[in-house]
């Protein structure tokens, strides 16, 4: 298979989004953004792990007029006040979508250790008993989010 032609994308948003797209109009599409509004879109690709085709075509369709190289932005089926519309819409979103990416890594982080701690204390039978039999409600969702093996505990 041949190398998808990246000519014409700014190196930070190939860095970002990489150059291994199966999708032929991938590249094509971003490159009819300006670099600055490549690298924004390859960051918020980047942020939000969504690399798809159609992610990129609505993080293109809206983009300001101002962002598109030489040729207008098509908006067949739109009118202009929809159109306004969308892209003051996409550029809150896009904002608070880059304030609270950092807090989404950090709390992913303290997720995953509160999950293996939960995990690591549950293993103990008198621990996983006393929540099952004062907490049963606590305990049946534990049970459901699997953290805790019901077949190890005896009833209680």
């Keep these: ?46 942020m939000s792990a969504d690399r798809r ?46 304030s609270s990416a950092p807090a989404y890594r950090e709390n992913a982080n303290a997720l995953v250790v509160t999950e293996a701690y939960l995990r690591r204390i549950l293993q103990n039978v008198q621990i996983a008993n006393y929540i099952k039999s004062v907490h049963r409600e606590i305990f049946d969702q534990f049970a459901a989010d699997g953290l805790v093996s019901q077949k190890r505990l005896s009833t209680g």
């Design 1 to 46: 298979m041949r190398a998808p032609n990246t000519k014409g994308i700014s190196p930070r948003a190939l860095k970002q989004i990489g150059s291994d797209h199966h999708f032929p109009q991938f590249y094509s599409t971003l490159r009819r953004l300006k670099p600055r509004r490549q690298e924004q879109i390859a960051d918020l690709m980047a």
């Design 53 to 98: 085709l159609s992610f990129l075509t609505l993080l293109v369709s809206a983009s300001k007029q101002s962002d598109f190289v030489g040729r207008k932005k098509r908006t067949r089926g739109i009118s202009r006040r929809q159109l306004t519309e969308i892209e003051e819409t996409m550029r809150r979103l896009e904002a608070q979508f880059r």
